[in-house]
């Protein structure tokens, strides 16, 4: 489908990115990592094809020394650093505000990066002055490979906008779906509800479930779940997913991480070959990144 939040490929160009390469990012050897056997029914290299999917929640470009990258050089040596096919980001400012300098980071991450790109935007504001870009706030995904079809579907959210928030369907829950190689991927990204009160963190598992459901073939979710694996509200997702790195490495904060809520999970189509937590104080979370090894459809 055609949507103009889904931007082509750009070609990256510019002298002095390769300077910035390591910004932030820990050298590889400091990046924890967790191994995940793969199933015996996707072991065949013949049968499948490799990926490589990221999570990352950028803060909008905050570093955890709570300086803006309002340049974004930190924030892309870190994504760049995973050299993963398909990432999702969570908390993206696009002309939001002064924070971040009113930049369209999805866009200006996408052309640094040298990937397509989809936006989703969980808040779409009027402008902050007449004749301006309208103010969104959301998720987005990168991805190596050319966007087929796009859509930012609706969860239940309780507003961080309004005063006294009920929760209501809103969207910022964006799907896409790529060809890697001769296999149809289905890739999403989420950011649930921050709040103690789990609730709207359950509604939120079901509506994703109920998406997800209505798609076939192999499906990647990922995101920053605010809620580790074990938690009540997620066990839905457990019948129908596999958490990528069940006791892998905590993510968030990211200087002294003593939670896991940055997750990769995935269907029975798709095997984990490895996962890591990469060690950056770009963002307040740690960006988690897997290999995995998606099974062909049998002809």
């Given at each position: 489908?055609?949507?103009p939040l889904?931007?082509?490929?750009?070609?990256?160009?510019?002298?002095?990115?390769?300077?910035?390469?390591?910004?932030?990012?820990?050298?590889?050897?400091?990046?924890?990592?967790?191994?995940?056997?793969?199933?015996?029914?996707?072991?065949?290299?013949?049968?499948?094809?490799?990926?490589?999917?990221?999570?990352?929640?950028?803060?909008?470009?905050?570093?955890?020394?709570?300086?803006?990258?309002?340049?974004?050089?930190?924030?892309?040596?870190?994504?760049?650093?995973?050299?993963?096919?398909?990432?999702?980001?969570?908390?993206?400012?696009?002309?939001?505000?002064?924070?971040?300098?009113?930049?369209?980071?999805?866009?200006?991450?996408?052309?640094?990066?040298?990937?397509?790109?989809?936006?989703?935007?969980?808040?779409?504001?009027?402008?902050?002055?007449?004749?301006?870009?309208?103010?969104?706030?959301?998720?987005?995904?990168?991805?190596?490979?050319?966007?087929?079809?796009?859509?930012?579907h609706d969860?239940?959210?309780?507003?961080?906008?309004?005063?006294?928030?009920?929760?209501?369907?809103?969207?910022?829950?964006p799907e896409?779906?790529?060809?890697?190689?001769?296999?149809?991927?289905?890739?999403?990204?989420?950011?649930?509800?921050?709040?103690?009160?789990?609730?709207?963190?359950?509604?939120?598992?079901?509506?994703?479930?109920?998406?997800?459901?209505?798609?076939?073939?192999?499906?990647?979710?990922?995101?920053?779940?605010?809620?580790?694996?074990?938690?009540?509200?997620?066990?839905?997702?457990?019948?129908?997913?596999?958490?990528?790195?069940?006791?892998?490495?905590?993510?968030?904060?990211?200087?002294?991480?003593?939670?896991?809520?940055?997750?990769?999970?995935?269907?029975?189509?798709?095997?984990?070959?490895?996962?890591?937590?990469?060690?950056?104080?770009?963002?307040?979370?740690?960006?988690?990144?897997?290999?995995?090894?998606?099974?062909?459809?049998?002809?």
């Open positions: 489908m055609n949507n889904v931007s082509r490929r750009s070609v990256l160009v510019g002298a002095g990115l390769a300077a910035v390469a390591g910004i932030g990012v820990a050298p590889d050897a400091m990046a924890a990592t967790f191994t995940t056997p793969a199933d015996p029914n996707v072991a065949s290299a013949a049968s499948t094809v490799r990926l490589r999917a990221a999570t990352y929640n950028i803060h909008a470009g905050l570093g955890q020394d709570n300086v803006f990258d309002l340049d974004l050089d930190r924030t892309a040596a870190a994504i760049r650093a995973l050299d993963a096919d398909l990432i999702g980001l969570q908390e993206v400012d696009v002309h939001w505000g002064t924070r971040s300098g009113f930049v369209d980071e999805a866009h200006a991450l996408a052309e640094r990066l040298d990937m397509h790109v989809f936006f989703a935007p969980i808040y779409d504001l009027d402008p902050a002055t007449p004749g301006a870009e309208r103010r969104q706030y959301g998720v987005a995904v990168l991805s190596r490979y050319p966007i087929l079809a796009a859509e930012n969860l239940t959210r309780l507003s961080t906008q309004d005063p006294n928030p009920v929760p209501a369907p809103a969207p910022g829950f896409v779906t790529v060809n890697v190689r001769g296999v149809r991927v289905h890739f999403y990204t989420t950011h649930l509800d921050y709040r103690s009160d789990p609730s709207v963190r359950a509604a939120q598992v079901k509506d994703m479930l109920a998406i997800l459901a209505a798609d076939s073939g192999p499906k990647i979710l990922v995101g920053d779940f605010n809620a580790e694996p074990g938690a009540v509200e997620l066990a839905p997702l457990w019948d129908h997913l596999t958490d990528a790195a069940p006791g892998g490495d905590d993510t968030y904060p990211a200087d002294v991480p003593d939670k896991r809520i940055d997750l990769i999970t995935v269907s029975p189509e798709v095997a984990v070959r490895r996962v890591r937590t990469v060690a950056t104080l770009a963002s307040d979370h740690r960006p988690v990144v897997a290999d995995l090894a998606i099974l062909r459809p049998t002809r």
